[in-house]
Structure formats: C-alpha cells, structure tokens
C-alpha cells in the first residue's frame, strides 16, 4: 500500500491504469472496449435512418444509450434483467445518464434525421461502471460519426466537443480520485463528475454517505476530477488516431 491507505496502493490522485481498444465490435458502426483497471466496458454506436416517432418531421436526430451488466460482472452471479422481465432502477438511471452526457456535446440537428444507439454493455465490474461507460461511449459515437462524414452522408461533425467521465470521493477522511469497488463501497463520499473538453462541466452526481461533506472537500474531489479529465480527453483523442 502506499502511504495514502487505498487497498490498490495508488496515490490520491492516480487513476486505475486505463486501456482503450477501437473496433471491438467489428459489425458496430462504432466501437472500443474500454478498460478503467478491472473494469471492462464493451460500447457499440449503431445507426438507425430513423427518429423516434416523436422527432419525426423537426430536422434533427437523436443520441441515446442502453446499458447493461452481464451476468457474472460481479464477483457473484446477477440475474439477467430480460429474465426478470424489466431494467432495474439503476440501470435505467445510468442509461439516461450516459444519453444525456452525449447529447451535450452532439448537434441534434446537424446529424439530421438519424438516431445512433450506444449500447453499453460491462463486462467486468470493479467500480465505475457508469464513468467508463461515458468516456467509451463518446469513442464509439465519434467513430460512428466520421464513418458517416467520410460517405458524405454528412457535411459537418455534429460532435462538437468531447465528453468523458471520472469517480472521485472521499475515503479514509482523503479526497481520492478514480474509486475501485474497494473504495466506492465503504467510501464517504461519492462523486461522478461528466466533464466536457472544453473545459466545461455536464453533470454532477454526489452524495455522502457518512456525513455531510465540506466545501473544502468538494473543491478538492473537484479538482483531482479535472485533472483526471484532461487525462482522459488525451486517451480519447490518441484513440481516435
């Protein structure tokens, strides 16, 4: 362990080590298994000519996401949710979250009338889940978006900025960034910070488990976020090449 106390002996601010592998799913208009440590998320962009009834006729297109866990993701064996006959409350909130984190940074209607799914699907859950699912997911659709302006379908990127995600809490009284399953289950607090390449923030997620956190605190989970970030951004863009 180093000095800070984490079961995975890393520093305060150092990340799990993060692997990035494109075209995993070589039938996906777009696709990368993400890897935050041991947690292992497989995302796919599929393309659909079509809008939600909803959207018909307005000249823009729609982002969304599914995600899911496979069965033995954990440690022990989780029941399939089509099984069980419906999503989990859990996995329909992070499936909005992952949506609504791309749609930030998408140009509904410069992509016209076309809908691309990102279907999230983890394979190995170790903390996490929902970060690493952001950040891969954002590859695959970028993937998915220059295939259609290398046709010429399109004539401008509608993915106008950059989105990726980060854990970070307090744990042991320490401001830590990047929670494993270690940390994320005995943590005081919890953060999920989506942050844009711009510089800008998409969503916080934060509660405290054992009391209130301090503003002190905050700034600093805030801080190891966006450090983390600009590390993330660099992944995705060396990614892409």
């Not at 935050?36 to 939600?52: E, K, M, Q, W, Y």
């Not at 982002?63 to 989990?88: D, I, N």
């Not at 809908?115 to 170790?126: H, P, R, T, W």
């Not at 978006?145 to 990127?157: Q, S, T, Y």
Request: glycine share 10%; proline share 3%; aromatic share 4%.
């Amino acid at each position: 362990m180093s000095d800070t106390g984490r079961p995975s002996g890393r520093g305060q601010n150092q990340m799990r080590e993060i692997t990035i592998e494109t075209g995993a799913a070589p039938y996906a208009e777009g696709s990368c298994l993400i890897s935050f440590g041991n947690t292992r998320v497989l995302c796919a962009a599929s393309i659909d000519d079509r809008v939600p009834p909803w959207l018909r006729g307005k000249a823009k297109g729609w982002v969304t996401a599914e995600y899911g866990m496979l069965p033995r993701a954990t440690h022990t064996r989780g029941r399939r949710e089509a099984a069980a006959g419906k999503q989990s409350g859990r996995t329909q909130e992070i499936q909005r979250l992952i949506g609504r984190s791309l749609r930030a940074v998408t140009d509904l209607g410069q992509l016209g009338e076309r809908q691309i799914v990102l279907d999230c699907d983890v394979l190995q859950a170790d903390g996490g889940t929902r970060t690493a699912s952001i950040t891969g997911a954002w590859i695959a659709l970028k993937l998915a978006v220059l295939g259609l302006l290398d046709r010429g379908v399109l004539v401008h990127d509608p993915v106008f900025d950059q989105a990726a995600a980060i854990s970070c809490g307090i744990w042991e009284d320490r401001a830590v960034c990047d929670l494993d399953y270690a940390e994320d289950s005995t943590a005081q607090t919890d953060a999920n910070f989506v942050l844009s390449g711009s510089g800008g923030l998409i969503e916080v997620q934060a509660s405290a488990e054992d009391r209130p956190m301090t503003k002190k605190q905050f700034s600093e989970i805030m801080e190891l976020a966006e450090s983390a970030g600009e590390t993330l951004f660099k992944l995705q863009r060396d990614a892409l090449k």
